[in-house]
């Protein structure tokens, strides 16, 4: 008996070892020289693109949202999952991810029918839903995608309407889209013309209609937007003439326009800036000459300002940023020299800096 124990520990021993030598190979295929194009944030987790198409993940992998296969909950560092890809989108659980050749892929969890494969079963590897795609978003329970005819698809949960579309399978719920962003509550699509259009949930204003009408088909915000992007009941949105503005739930100076709590209709925040990113309770946003900014909650430093300080207006964190994603408790970003950079909360490993330790100020990532 005890040489059967003594043999079944050396086993363990030796899968453990071989399960980080996996990890390590992985992370070291791709030259730390390439740099990064692409990234998306998720509850705990991170995904990113490199500019040779591969795509790398990390933080919490209970539901398969890294896409790695079974067997690791969780990785602290990059770990490559595939080759060909070009854009990237996360949520709760759930990831999408494009190929170059328009086809998409999902993994993670899926309860509600999220991935779009037509199951209600969980994948922990890419799997593929389609072709023809060309713009994606997941929020919560649900994913949008935009065809290359600027047809929108949608599914997954359809609670508060924020879906259109639900159930297993992409059902097509418009046309004429170019960006899409959705969250837990709601969902916008800006439409070739600059029309803003938005749908679901609507208590905390976050619709930006003036009402608290829940909406359940899409409905005019207004015109001239080019970007736009769901928070945790609320919204931030670019117009053209780079300004931005903000509406819907205002707790903890998310909003970023000096004041704490309330519900809002859109309000101009600021001037020349050319990226935004809202995230559960925080937001960031980047200014036309590369300078990143922040404001909302920072419990765990997910502002990257050096404190632990919630501020409810935009804070200057540094230059040389080209993108930004704000999640949950944590943030991502790109500098100009392809360099990746983290900061915020880190349970899971989902800073990517090979640790557990929570960061207030950015960190790169190698």
């Not at 030598?21 to 194009?37: D, G, N, Q």
């Not at 997941?138 to 359809?158: E, F, P, Q, V, Y």
């Not at 013309?193 to 749908?199: F, I, P």
């Not at 230059?319 to 880190?346: E, F, M, Q, R, V």
Request: contains cysteine.
């Amino acid at each position: 008996m005890k040489k059967k124990i003594k043999i079944f520990a050396y086993r363990l021993f030796f899968l453990g070892v071989l399960s980080l030598v996996t990890i390590s190979c992985k992370e070291s295929i791709v030259p730390e020289s390439v740099p990064f194009t692409e990234i998306a944030i998720g509850e705990f987790y991170s995904l990113a693109i490199k500019s040779d198409g591969t795509l790398w993940a990390w933080g919490h992998n209970k539901y398969g949202q890294l896409g790695i296969g079974g067997g690791l909950d969780e990785a602290h560092i990059p770990v490559l999952i595939g080759n060909g890809y070009s854009a990237i989108a996360a949520s709760e659980f759930h990831s999408l991810a494009l190929k170059k050749d328009g086809t998409l892929w999902a993994f993670g969890g899926n309860n509600s029918g999220q991935l779009g494969d037509g199951t209600l079963v969980d994948k922990n590897i890419p799997v593929l839903i389609g072709t023809g795609y060309r713009t994606i978003a997941a929020g919560g329970r649900r994913s949008l995608a935009i065809k290359t005819d600027g047809s929108l698809w949608a599914w997954g949960d359809n609670e508060n309407g924020a879906q259109l579309g639900s159930g297993k399978y992409p059902v097509q719920v418009g046309e004429g889209y170019v960006k899409i962003a959705t969250s837990t509550t709601h969902s916008f699509g800006l439409k070739s013309d600059g029309t803003l259009w938005g749908w679901g949930g609507n208590g905390d204003r976050q619709l930006g209609d003036g009402t608290y009408i829940l909406k359940n088909t899409p409905v005019l915000i207004g015109s001239d937007y080019t970007m736009i992007s769901a928070g945790d009941r609320y919204t931030l949105a670019l117009k053209a003439d780079r300004t931005l503005w903000a509406w819907g739930d205002n707790s903890v100076g998310k909003l970023g326009d000096g004041t704490e709590g309330g519900n809002k209709q859109p309000t101009l925040i600021g001037a020349d800036y050319s990226v935004i990113s809202a995230g559960y309770a925080h937001s960031l946003g980047l200014k036309t000459d590369g300078t990143l900014y922040s404001w909302g909650y920072n419990f765990s430093g997910q502002l990257g300002d050096g404190t632990n300080v919630s501020k409810n207006l935009p804070t200057l964190i540094g230059p040389g940023y080209t993108a930004i994603a704000a999640g949950n408790y944590h943030s991502i970003a790109l500098k100009a020299d392809g360099t990746l950079w983290t900061w915020g909360y880190n349970s899971s490993g989902q800073l990517g800096n090979g640790t557990r330790v929570n960061m207030n100020m950015p960190v790169m990532i190698k």
